[in-house]
């Protein structure tokens, strides 16, 4: 059975950071590239950044250089490491295997109930 299971968000400082962790069900792992998305209240669901297997990265301009994706495969688990948040960083955040090996959004497994995130000014 498929599952995707995040952690780690909470409430934050705009400045700090936070790391939340995917803990994925091996098929969906053994899929290519990784992602998380996040969604804020009242906006679509947005891909920020992924992973593939083999460690290429790609980030959505908001977050290039803040935030830090990876995976470690033995685990099953991608993470995604945000430093220097703003309260626009405020959203839940989601992952999930893509279909694409860029920001092009195709996500291919049900979702996860996601990890809220949140950042006061």
């Known amino acids: 059975q498929v599952q995707l299971v995040e952690s780690g968000g909470g409430l934050v400082q705009a400045g700090g950071s936070l790391r939340v962790s995917c803990a994925a069900s091996g098929s969906i792992f053994n899929f290519n590239t990784m992602g998380w998305w996040r969604q804020a209240p009242g906006k679509q669901r947005e891909l920020v950044a992924v992973?593939?297997?083999?460690?290429?990265?790609n980030y959505a301009d908001s977050v290039k250089g803040r935030f830090t994706i990876s995976r470690d495969n033995a685990k099953n688990t991608v993470y995604l490491q945000m430093n220097s948040l703003k309260p626009e960083d405020t959203a839940v955040y989601l992952c999930n295997a893509n279909g694409f090996v860029t920001l092009r959004p195709s996500p291919v497994y049900p979702w996860g109930q996601g990890t809220q995130v949140t950042v006061s000014s």
């Open positions: 992973i593939t297997r083999s460690g290429i990265t």
